[in-house]
């Protein structure tokens, strides 16, 4: 049975290479290295040691996870007919994924592996740094978004910045959680005559010069620093409702019986908005909130979807849908965003085969009504004009008036439909949106008549008291206080 032999080439020079790992190095049947871009490489070739570099698997894989999965089963097929020694940059258990894949398929198809222990680049890190790991230390890969979202908690030591695109990446990720001017350490090629240890502000992190594949990143704790949005202490409540011992109420609901809810919210939120109520319009966003995460919460445990895949389909979703800001495409307009975005939401929506399909049934009838005219209108049935619309917006009210005045209640219905869908059409037409629309007429007719209810109540007199021309007068009254107040706004 042939082994495998894991080392480590160390941090920099050959001068950091154990005797034991040189000699074997030196002596072994079969020497793999990842990766020849190494310091330590050139002492290799002058002591003759005869290798062979996986350098070649980089420009042939699809992505890293391509890349390491295929260095693995090259070493392992080597490993069916001889001995492998497998060099690695660093120590093989700092930062090596093919390590933890190596070591995961030997367990697996019972090839002897044994690693030896090696200087990594976090030795020297820790004298150049002044830092001692005990007090708390968390290493993780560039590619980590998740852990760079918990910069400035706690020191973070980020490997493999190996080139100013991924130092961009790295410096946007941190940027999201930390001030642009605050310091971090820029760390290369310690333990080599031009070693760099020093601070530099975030913002020009990937600005630095010789950015390569010995370069790091140490962010130090900065709990003053740290600006985190942190959705799961709500989902962690919710969580607790939910489970035994919590709240019988929320453990009896469903996605079916909190679907009011959520509509009942939005409407509250759509009033704060319209009202530019900052303060209540921060608690209605809370609601609305609390309404996902509680479908979610339900999603989750029928195991069908987490509050974190919803999280990543929208985020997902947007960057798709922006390739004017994600990708190459260029745009002129807003126009031409819109067209973008219509056109790419095809390409996602290929079940859709009708004209009018995604207009949901559950949305209030006059914006459905709206929604209905847009698909129909980009489809090409529609209006040439908004006198057009218009003329049939008077057309049906006309027809309205006519069953009206013979009492057919059938009839009724069926022209006020016609009437408020051709409304819904011409909103449509002069870009306006019918539902935002008549949900402001009602505040304000809230409003108002609260003005003259005020009035009759202030008078000491009933409502039956007034004629409808002196009710009417504390009507117009509200309007004009209500002008008033817009100009001075």
């Known amino acids: 049975m042939h082994k495998i032999t894991v080392v480590g080439l160390g941090p920099g020079s050959a001068g950091q290479l ?7 190095l030196k002596n072994g049947e079969c020497v793999i290295l990842r990766t020849a871009v190494h310091p330590s490489v050139s002492r290799l070739t002058e002591e003759k040691v005869n290798f062979t570099s996986c350098d070649n698997f980089y420009e042939e894989g699809a992505s890293f996870e391509d890349v390491y999965g295929n260095i693995v089963n090259f070493v ?27 070591r995961e398929r030997a367990a697996a198809e019972k090839i002897a592996l044994k690693i030896l222990p090696s200087m990594s680049f976090l030795d020297l890190a820790y004298v150049e740094l002044g830092i001692d790991p005990i007090a708390g230390l968390r290493i993780i890969d ?43 350490w820029f ?62 109420w929320d453990m009896e609901q469903t996605h079916s019986s909190i679907r009011k809810s959520l509509i009942e919210e939005v409407y509250e939120l759509l009033e704060a908005i319209d009202n530019m109520d900052y303060e209540n319009m921060k608690e209605e966003l809370g609601d609305v909130l609390l309404q996902v995460v509680f479908h979610a919460r339900l999603a989750e445990e029928e195991g069908a979807f987490t509050m974190q895949d919803v999280v990543d389909e929208i985020v997902n979703k947007l960057i798709r849908r922006h390739p004017h800001v994600y990708g190459t495409i260029e745009v002129g307009s807003s126009d031409e965003v819109l067209q973008n975005w219509d056109a790419i939401k095809q390409t996602e929506k290929k079940e859709r085969t009708h004209v009018l399909d995604g207009v949901t049934k559950g949305q209030p009838a ?108 504390f009507w117009n009254k509200a309007k004009l206080i209500e002008i008033k107040d817009c100009e001075k706004k």
């Open 142 to 184: 560039s590619s980590d978004f998740e852990a760079l979202a918990d910069a400035g908690k706690y020191p973070l030591m980020i490997t493999q910045v190996y080139s100013k695109f991924v130092a961009s990446d790295v410096k946007l990720a941190l940027m999201d959680v930390l001030d642009d001017e605050t310091p971090v």
């Open 76 to 102: 392992l097929e080597k490993a069916q007919t001889q001995d492998v020694v497998y060099a690695v940059p660093g120590s093989p258990l700092v930062a090596e994924r093919t390590v933890v894949l190596l």
């Open 18 to 24: 154990s005797v034991e790992t040189m000699e074997l």
């Open 366 to 473: 006059l914006m459905r009504a709206y929604k209905l005219n847009s698909k129909a209108a980009k489809a090409g049935f529609d209006w040439p004009d908004n006198d057009g619309v218009w003329n049939k917006v008077l057309e049906e009210a006309a027809e309205l008036k006519e069953a009206v005045a013979l009492k057919n209640k059938d009839e009724q219905e069926h022209e006020l439909g016609d009437l408020l869908f051709s409304i819904a059409a011409y909103a449509k037409h002069i870009g306006l949106e019918p539902e935002t629309a008549l949900n402001a007429a009602n505040n304000r007719f809230v409003k108002r008549f609260s003005y003259v209810e005020s009035c009759v109540e202030e008078s000491g007199r009933d409502w039956k008291d007034f004629t409808l021309a002196e009710l009417d007068a």
């Open 187 to 248: 760390l290369r090629n310690l333990g080599l005559p031009d070693e760099e240890c020093r601070t530099v502000p975030l913002y020009e992190l990937d600005r630095q010069e010789n950015i390569d594949h010995l370069t790091s990143v140490f962010v130090p704790e900065y709990k003053d620093k740290v600006s985190v949005m942190d959705v799961r202490p709500l989902t962690d409540v919710m969580a607790t409702l939910r489970s035994p011992g919590g709240c019988p």
